[in-house]
């Protein structure tokens, strides 16, 4: 993955573009908090720390602190969009299924859905903070918290996706990634025609599939 992110990235250029923020979230072992790095400080070691699968790799250091994936305490991370954001709208794009039909049975199946329990956990309760409570989360709520002026929206491809293993997940076949990638761009423009006249106007994301998914 090192050697691919440093091929086909160039840091120096995402570093310099002052026209999008960049925020990546990895997870740090010791202390078992979230860190976000900055597009400003953004290079290879760093990305491969957001990505770093415990069960997989081996945690990747960073300025001295180990580091796992980020899924584990932003997937993603909202709260500096909400803050850091001049739009008006946050749009969620979600790729991790959060409701099965199915029950796992095999040790590799069960290990893949204990691994997407964990990795939503981060999300609705961010998502239920900043639709309840006022758009901040526990821990950065105070005296002076203000409500949330953003407008939040969900282009969720669970449906498609819930279908799908745990060998789906370590597949890099072309037909597969394109299959995917026609999936992603169906349900985007699905949302646009459905929901699209509501941005800048009102919040489209639904909490019940994200809370209540089988209601």
Same mark, same amino acid.
């Given at each position: 993955?090192?050697?691919?992110?440093?091929?086909?990235?160039?840091f #120096?250029?995402?570093?310099?573009?002052?026209?999008? #923020?960049?925020?990546?979230?990895?997870?740090?072992?010791?202390?078992?908090t979230? /860190?976000?790095?900055r597009?400003h400080e953004?290079?290879?070691?760093?990305l491969?720390?957001s990505?770093c699968?415990?069960?997989?790799?081996?945690?990747? #250091?960073?300025d001295g602190?180990?580091y796992?994936? @980020?899924?584990?305490?932003?997937?993603?991370?909202?709260a500096?969009?909400?803050a850091h954001g001049?739009?008006?709208d946050?749009v969620?794009?979600?790729?991790?299924?959060?409701?099965?039909?199915?029950?796992?049975?095999?040790?590799?199946?069960i290990?893949?859905?204990?691994?997407?329990?964990?990795?939503?956990i981060?999300?609705?309760?961010?998502?239920g903070?900043?639709?309840?409570l006022? @758009?901040? %989360?526990d821990e950065?709520?105070?005296?002076?918290?203000?409500?949330? %002026? /953003?407008?939040?929206?969900?282009?969720? @491809?669970n449906?498609?996706l819930?279908?799908? @293993?745990?060998?789906? /997940?370590?597949?890099?076949e072309?037909?597969?990634l394109?299959?995917l990638h026609d999936?992603? $761009?169906?349900s985007a423009d699905a949302?646009?025609?459905e929901q699209?006249?509501?941005?800048?106007?009102?919040? %489209?994301?639904?909490?019940?599939? $994200?809370?209540?998914?089988?209601?």
């Amino acid at each position: 993955m090192r050697h691919f992110l440093a091929a086909t990235i160039d840091f #120096e250029r995402v570093r310099a573009c002052d026209e999008l #923020e960049l925020f990546v979230a990895a997870t740090n072992v010791r202390t078992g908090t979230g /860190k976000l790095f900055r597009r400003h400080e953004m290079d290879v070691q760093r990305l491969l720390a957001s990505a770093c699968l415990p069960t997989v790799f081996a945690a990747v #250091e960073v300025d001295g602190e180990m580091y796992w994936d @980020g899924s584990y305490v932003a997937n993603p991370p909202l709260a500096p969009l909400m803050a850091h954001g001049d739009g008006s709208d946050i749009v969620i794009i979600q790729n991790n299924p959060i409701a099965r039909s199915d029950i796992p049975r095999t040790v590799a199946d069960i290990a893949n859905r204990a691994n997407e329990i964990a990795f939503n956990i981060s999300f609705v309760r961010e998502v239920g903070a900043l639709q309840y409570l006022g @758009g901040a %989360t526990d821990e950065a709520r105070g005296a002076g918290a203000t409500p949330a %002026t /953003k407008f939040l929206h969900l282009i969720s @491809g669970n449906e498609h996706l819930a279908e799908h @293993g745990i060998s789906a /997940k370590f597949s890099a076949e072309l037909p597969f990634l394109q299959t995917l990638h026609d999936l992603g $761009v169906a349900s985007a423009d699905a949302w646009l025609r459905e929901q699209g006249a509501h941005i800048g106007i009102k919040s %489209t994301l639904d909490p019940m599939p $994200v809370f209540y998914a089988d209601l």
